[in-house]
Each structure stands twice: as structure tokens, then as C-alpha cells.
């Protein structure tokens, strides 16, 4: 069916380029990995002792999601995102509740403050991600398919990437 096929590929190039993103505003350059690290351990969710690892370990997971979308392991790419952008909203969620005033890093600098709409982003990524699992290994659409399908990823991808700065512009 070529719909399926174009839908997976679709979601291929936009989990591709979100978590493209997200790992390389966070590794970029030594002074990144140290903010990210940092905002890490702002965020008061693990002990001091761990927040290296932890901060290490999730860029580590994003990169991972991102490399296996390009190959025929992308089923796993997305059970792992969805574990990842759950485990995301879960922590989120408990940031916000707390009433912690962290900006939200996801994406590299945003002058968003973490709130319920990241959380809301977090989950609802992590449902289309958990529904990838089952369309990841679809054989591709044809040529213009491919065209269409990859753009459209990219295009929504960004959309995501850039919600804080649209909603900030927008709120004027």
C-alpha cells in the first residue's frame, strides 16, 4: 500500500530530524555538552553523582534513534523513541509540577520556560513514535512518494523543532 509506505517515510525523515536536533544542539561544542549537563542537574530529577551519566545516556539514546532511522532497524528506532519522548514527558511533567523555571532545552536554547505544552509535544510524539514501530519496515513508496513524504517529515519535524519560537512570536 503505498499510503503506508509514504507515511512511514515520512515519519522516518521527521523522528530523523527531530532527533537529529535534539542531539546535536546538546554535543555541538564542549560548552553545549556542559549546558546540557548543567541543565541536567537544574532540573533536580537525579542525584549530582549521576547527572553526567544521565545527560551522557540521553544524547546517547537520541543519536542512536536517529542512526537507526537510516537503516533497516527503524522498528527499534521508534520502540526507542517512544521510550525516550514517554520517559521525556514523565520527567517534564514532574519539572513543571514542581513549579522548576527551566528553560527548555530540547531542542537546544529556547527562551521557553519547560510548561504543560511540552509535556502535551513529549507524549503526543511519543504515541506517533510507538505507532512508527509497526509502520518502520514498509518498503519504499516510489520516486515521488519518496519526494513527497520525505519533505513533508522534515517540514513537520522543524514545526516541532521550532514550536516555542513560533508560539513566542505569535504571543506578541
Given at each position: 500500500m503505498q499510503w503506508e509506505q509514504s507515511l512511514a517515510l515520512g515519519l522516518r525523515a521527521a523522528f530523523f530530524v527531530l532527533f537529529l536536533v535534539a542531539a546535536g544542539s546538546k554535543t555541538?561544542?564542549?560548552a553545549a555538552?556542559?549546558?546540557?549537563?548543567g541543565w541536567v542537574g537544574d532540573l533536580g530529577l537525579v542525584p549530582s553523582r549521576s547527572v553526567g551519566a544521565v545527560a551522557k545516556a540521553?544524547?546517547?539514546?537520541?543519536?542512536?534513534?536517529?542512526?537507526?532511522?537510516?537503516?533497516?532497524?527503524?522498528?527499534?528506532?521508534?520502540?526507542?523513541?517512544?521510550?525516550?519522548?514517554?520517559?521525556?514527558?514523565?520527567?517534564?511533567?514532574i519539572v513543571v509540577r514542581r513549579g522548576t523555571r527551566a528553560k527548555?532545552?530540547?531542542?537546544?536554547?529556547?527562551?521557553a520556560v519547560l510548561g504543560r505544552r511540552h509535556v502535551v509535544r513529549d507524549a503526543a510524539l511519543a504515541v506517533v513514535a510507538a505507532a512508527g514501530v509497526g509502520l518502520g519496515s514498509a518498503a519504499l513508496p516510489p520516486a515521488a512518494?519518496?519526494?513527497?513524504?520525505?519533505?513533508?517529515g522534515c517540514a513537520?519535524?522543524?514545526?516541532?523543532?521550532?514550536?516555542d519560537e513560533f508560539l513566542e512570536l505569535f504571543s506578541l
Open positions: 555541538w561544542s564542549a555538552r556542559r549546558a546540557f549537563a540521553a544524547v546517547a539514546a537520541e543519536w542512536s534513534v536517529a542512526a537507526l532511522l537510516l537503516t533497516p532497524w527503524a522498528p527499534v528506532a521508534f520502540a526507542l523513541a517512544t521510550a525516550l519522548l514517554a520517559g521525556f514527558a514523565a520527567a517534564t511533567a527548555c532545552l530540547c531542542f537546544g536554547t529556547s527562551p512518494g519518496i519526494a513527497v513524504a520525505g519533505a513533508g513537520v519535524a522543524l514545526a516541532v523543532v521550532l514550536l
